[in-house]
């Protein structure tokens, strides 16, 4: 068996530490908080488990903190701390520079807005332009209790997406 350097890390960390870096990688305190509580994990599964099905429910309130922290797809951002360079890496396969595709994305983005008040959320690392607006257009179609549930179940993947790049760095 591999040693695992980046989860003994993590094990390992003084409180503050563990929660500094969780909370980059999930982008609600409470989520944090509980992942950081319940160490030391036993392995990477173990972790990033934990990561996809903690805090239970997420509420409301706590998804509209979290999307604060991510930009729109398309548009990634500017900056140098560690969740700018997540969200560009995250957000490499989406190629904006195709003028029509541009469009198709901020005209999405838009109404996406304009339907449901937030910024539209996605895993983006591993998909297409394309992909990201084949998703766009059939999430328009929800309504916002199901909009919710994919946005909760985006930000659980994208955390356990995060965490396992932070095991590795």
Known sequence: MVFDA???RFNEASQSEATKWARICLDIPRWADELVSARPYPDRSSLLTAARTGAGPLSAEEIE????RHPRIGEPPG???AEAHLAR???SNVDSSD???KKRLTDGNRAYEDKFGRV?????AGRSTSDVLTALDRRLANDE?????VVAEELR?????????????
């Open 6 to 8: 980046g989860l003994r």
């Open 65 to 68: 903190l979290a999307l604060a």
């Open 79 to 81: 900056g140098d701390n």
């Open 89 to 91: 890496s995250e957000q």
């Open 99 to 101: 003028a029509a595709a």
């Open 120 to 124: 539209f959320l996605i895993r983006a």
């Open 145 to 149: 209790h199901s909009e919710l549930a």
């Open 157 to 169: 993947d994208i955390a356990a997406l995060r965490l396992a790049g932070m095991l590795d760095a």
